[in-house]
């Protein structure tokens, strides 16, 4: 683990990032000592920056330090947090924030195999997301919502929830965005109001363009995700997993087109 | 300060409050050694645990080390945060939590005399507080929309700013609630979809009902705000301060009902 590029696993408890969850941070696959999709997902890290009023962290700075931790990983996850470093008490922050950068890497999860051939198992959250349209889309630290959706089940069959908002809106999964397959094409939920915009979200939507898919993105409600022929769910380190059942409903993990999951695989092989 | 109950400044980059905001504080005013209002602030505290599925903290405990910090402190500021505790990578919270504890002693903030006898100024935010039915009230660490509208001004002559919330109804100021008088008594906004329900606000709403007010707890429009006769901010630091002005709308301070203040600061001083 680095901080501000120094090996450490600890920062001070002054740290607004535990004060107020005042931070962003970005998950990566790692293969073969490279970050994945790097310069997509400093592209996000820079709008949560702006959207939070931090400082723009140097990119090359923080790939340099990836670089050191990487180096020798054949596959991973690396997780980067950069918080807007320590305060005073009270929200108002510092007038100069010094930002803090943690790097951290992490074992690969072994998902099961049945996964991308068979297909997830989903149950239906109870947990909303809350709306908030200047928070909406970027991948700050403020995730109780999150927390508590993943909290409502054990099952170990179970790979992941469906979240809806407020105004029974389906927004996502607990930990990926969700994409309808039907005789229309794409679906996934417009993110302006809740839910976070993935990395793996956008290049599935341009994919989907080279292969002249239609992609929708607006209000989906749960009859619409019943009615969808499939269902995959996106992130960066599941890369894209169809979906068996959700609840009592179930789906044709092979609706998924092949071309779209190939583009995909492609896209995420050789963007930089 | 202390984590754990031993000295400490430093928590692991592992900590579920760093890593999600995964936790809740407190604020207590520090008076004679003694931590004002324990038991409200104690009854919040386990409000929280139980939202947060966390585990429900030993008060007794934690009075302890409260009493080991200000012991000698004839006036300051005691936070509390309690975190889920370390946890691996992932939003699924550990079955068997670990909760971490740290308690840290500030210095108390000159408030400006003024404030209290002519009353604060106060600006209107452009930052909303989202919609959150589930989290709204408790005191939890995931509070960036604060801290983004305590980002929107630098002039140290506003002393607060109140926020609205996503459909214009008044929530709060940005580090306390809110109260109106008019009339037809004491008003203050309903905080079943957004914001803290302070504990000064219960001692408030309790103080009027001792002395046969009305305290309406509804929606409230800027335009109500605009009518009111006073306005006045309260939180555990600052207890109960009168405002002088709202952008360009003015109020009077002596419209706030003595006998409100007295009755609120006797139980202040008294209350376990």
Chains 1, 2 share one sequence.
Request: charged share 25%.
């Amino acid at each position: 683990m680095l901080i501000n590029g120094q090996p450490a696993d600890h920062i001070p408890v002054s740290d607004r990032g535990l004060q107020y969850g005042d931070g962003l941070f970005e998950t990566l696959a790692v293969i073969d000592s490279r970050p994945r999709l790097w310069e997509r997902h400093m592209a996000r890290l820079s709008r949560g920056e702006g959207v939070l009023g931090l400082p723009i962290s140097d990119k090359r700075q923080l790939r340099q330090e990836a670089d050191r931790l990487c180096t020798g990983c054949e596959r991973g996850v690396l997780k980067l947090i950069i918080t807007r470093g320590s305060g005073g008490r009270g929200y108002r922050p510092p007038e100069q924030a010094a930002p803090r950068r943690i790097l951290s890497l992490h074992d690969w999860p072994d998902y099961p195999q049945s996964w991308y051939r068979q297909g997830m198992r989903l149950r239906l959250c109870e947990t909303r997301w809350g709306h908030n349209p200047q928070l909406a889309g970027i991948k700050h630290l403020n995730r109780l919502e999150q927390v508590m959706a993943r909290q409502e089940w054990r099952d170990p069959g179970i790979a992941e929830g469906i979240m809806l908002d407020l105004e029974d809106r389906v927004i996502s999964a607990t930990q990926g965005n969700l994409f309808l397959v039907d005789d229309n094409g794409l679906h996934t939920p417009d993110l302006s109001r809740a839910g976070i915009s993935g990395v793996i979200r956008d290049l599935v939507i341009e994919s989907a363009g080279d292969l002249d898919m239609t992609v929708g993105i607006d209000e989906i409600t749960l009859e619409r995700v019943q009615q969808a022929d499939a269902l995959f769910v996106t992130n960066s380190i599941l890369g894209l997993c169809p979906v068996a059942a959700l609840e009592g409903w179930a789906y044709a993990p092979e609706r998924v087109p092949e071309s779209l999951r190939q583009t995909l695989e492609e896209r995420m092989r050789e963007l930089p």
